[in-house]
């Protein structure tokens, strides 16, 4: 299993690979971030409690997608901005 700076090393040189650091400015991360939280929102949009306490395999999937969104956004933006995400949660 890989760690946080692992995580972090790999999105910074997806980022690089892809020609993307130009677009990375943190306002721009921020947004991208917002997006995707939305997205990971739509997927229990209108679930019960019941529903959201009893997921589907495939809503599970989809669920565990926008997670890993989420969290490659929140990693590029902590990068760019100098925060060490560990440091920050301690």
């Not at 040189?13 to 947004?31: D, G």
């Not at 490659?72 to 995400?85: C, E, F, M, P, T």
Request: glycine share 2%; net charge negative; proline share 1%.
């Amino acid at each position: 299993m890989k760690g946080p700076e692992d995580i972090r090393t790999s999105v910074a040189k997806l980022a690089e690979q892809r020609n993307w650091e130009k677009f990375h400015c943190s306002k721009n991360l921020m947004i991208a971030l917002s997006v995707e939280v939305a997205e990971l929102m739509e997927t229990f949009q209108w679930l019960t409690e019941e529903q959201s306490a009893n997921l589907s395999a495939e809503k599970t999937q989809t669920i565990m997608h926008e997670i890993a969104d989420v969290q490659v956004y929140l990693v590029r933006l902590a990068d760019r901005v100098g925060i060490n995400i560990l440091e920050a949660v301690y």
